[in-house]
C-alpha cells in the first residue's frame, strides 16, 4: 500500500510567488516524522524541513513552511517567494517509529519549475 | 550538520564485475544505515536497513545474495553489487541516522552512480 503519496509530478510557478507541493501520507504508528527533500539535478538530498507528530505548531524554516493537519493526514510543503534556485524534484517522506523500523519512506516526487 | 559520504561516487564496471560502495558517517555513530537506489526520474527506493554488528534487514523484493550489506562498525556500512549487470546501473544512496539523538532526522550520502556496461 502506498505510505506517501505526492500527486503532482509537476508544478510551475513565476518567480517571487509562493507554491504549495501536496503530500498525503497513511500510518497507523502514533510516532511518525515527516520531511521534505530537495534534490537537485546533482542527486544530493538536501534537508528541508521536519515536522513531528506530536508538533502542535507548523514547522517553519526560512522560505519553508509545513502545513500540517494531522486528521486529514496531510503534510503539504509550501514555499514562499519562489527563486530560480528552488527548480528541483522535491520528495515527502515519512519516517515511522520503532514499530516501523525507523525506516523513512519516500513519495513518488514533485519537480518544480521557477519561471523567471 | 551531520555528514555522510559515500565512495565512490561514480563507478563504471563491466558486466559480471562486482562493485563495494562504502557509506560513512563522518562525525557521529550510527548503529542504522539505509541503503536506497534510484533510477533515472523516480523515487528513492529502500533497499535494506543495515544494523551495527547484525544481518541487514532486506526490503521485498531486494535480493540479499545480490547486494549483500555489511555494517561492520558504528561509522561504516558498505553495500556490495555482486556479479552487476547492466540492469543494476543505477542511483545508490545511503542514509544514516545518528543514534546519539532523539526525533533526529536521517543524514544523506551525497550518492554513488553505477553504469553496468
Known amino acids: 500500500a502506498q505510505k506517501i503519496t505526492q500527486t503532482q509530478p509537476g508544478m510551475f510557478v513565476q518567480e517571487k510567488e509562493a507554491v504549495t507541493l501536496d503530500c498525503t501520507y497513511d500510518?497507523?504508528?502514533?510516532?511518525?516524522?515527516l520531511f521534505w527533500y530537495k534534490q537537485p539535478s546533482s542527486g544530493e538530498m538536501i534537508f528541508l524541513i521536519y515536522q513531528g507528530s506530536y508538533d502542535q505548531q507548523n514547522a517553519t524554516e526560512g522560505r519553508y513552511s509545513l502545513n500540517f493537519q494531522k486528521a486529514r493526514k496531510s503534510a503539504n510543503l509550501v514555499i514562499s517567494a519562489s527563486q530560480l534556485g528552488d527548480s528541483a524534484m522535491y520528495f515527502c517522506?515519512?519516517?515511522?517509529?520503532?514499530?516501523?523500523?525507523?525506516?523513512?519512506?519516500f513519495g513518488a516526487g514533485t519537480r518544480l519549475f521557477v519561471k523567471a | 550538520g551531520a555528514v555522510v559520504s559515500q565512495h565512490p561516487s561514480r563507478v563504471i564496471c563491466k558486466s559480471g564485475t562486482s562493485v563495494k560502495i562504502e557509506c560513512r558517517s563522518l562525525d557521529f555513530q550510527a548503529t542504522t544505515m539505509f541503503w536506497y537506489r534510484q533510477f533515472p526520474k523516480q523515487s528513492l527506493m529502500l533497499m535494506a536497513t543495515s544494523n551495527e554488528g547484525s544481518k541487514a534487514t532486506y526490503e521485498q523484493g531486494v535480493e540479499k545474495d545480490k547486494f549483500l550489506i555489511n555494517h561492520a562498525s558504528l561509522t561504516l556500512s558498505t553495500l556490495t553489487v555482486a556479479s552487476a549487470h547492466p540492469e543494476d546501473s543505477s542511483f545508490y544512496i545511503c542514509?544514516?541516522?545518528?543514534?546519539?539523538?532523539?526525533?533526529?532526522?536521517?543524514?544523506f550520502g551525497p550518492g554513488t552512480r553505477l553504469l553496468v556496461l
Open positions: 542514509s544514516a541516522r545518528d543514534s546519539g539523538r532523539l526525533g533526529e532526522t536521517q543524514y
Open positions: 517522506a515519512m519516517r515511522e517509529g520503532e514499530t516501523g523500523g525507523f525506516k523513512t519512506i
Open positions: 500510518t497507523s504508528d502514533p510516532s511518525y516524522g
